[in-house]
C-alpha cells in the first residue's frame, strides 16, 4: 500500500512562504499512471477540505481560495510531492495532509484513501 509522510510546517507571520513535503512510499511509488496525488487542510472545528491535486500527467487542480499563491509539484526521482505557498494569509491555518489514490481520475473531488499524519501550519497577522 502507499504510504505518506508529511513535513515542513511552521508558524509564519501574514504575507510569508512555506514549502511542505511528502514523501511517498510503497508498491506503487510514482509507477502507477493512475496515481492521483493531492493536498488537503483542516481548521479546528472545521472539516477538511481540498487544496490541490496533480496527477501523472502533471495535471493540477486548485481551490479557489488558493489560486495563484499555492503550487503543487512532484519530484518523480525523490518520490516526493510538494506543496510551495505563498502570500499566507490567517485563512491558510490548519493541519495539512497528503493523500493518495488510484481509483482513477484526479481531482479535489475524488475520494483518496490513502493519508499522511499531518503536518502544522499556523499564520499569525
Known amino acids: 500500500q502507499v504510504q505518506l509522510v508529511e513535513s515542513g510546517g511552521d508558524s509564519v507571520q501574514a504575507g510569508g512562504s512555506l514549502r511542505l513535503s511528502c514523501i511517498v512510499t510503497?508498491?506503487?511509488?510514482?509507477?502507477?499512471?493512475?496515481?492521483?496525488l493531492g493536498w488537503f487542510r483542516q481548521a479546528p472545528g472545521q472539516e477538511r477540505e481540498g487544496v490541490a491535486t496533480i496527477d501523472m500527467y502533471s495535471t493540477t487542480s486548485y481551490a479557489e481560495s488558493v489560486k495563484g499563491r499555492f503550487t503543487i509539484s512532484r519530484d518523480s526521482a525523490r518520490k516526493t510531492l510538494y506543496l510551495q505557498m505563498t502570500n499566507l494569509n490567517v485563512e491558510d491555518t490548519g493541519m495539512y495532509y497528503c493523500?493518495?489514490?488510484?481509483?482513477?481520475?484526479?481531482?479535489?473531488?475524488?475520494?483518496?484513501?490513502?493519508w499522511g499524519q499531518g503536518t502544522q501550519v499556523t499564520v499569525s497577522s
Open positions: 510503497g508498491y506503487y511509488y510514482f509507477n502507477d499512471y493512475r496515481l492521483c
Open positions: 493523500a493518495a489514490q488510484t481509483d482513477g481520475g484526479c481531482g479535489l473531488d475524488r475520494v483518496f484513501k490513502h
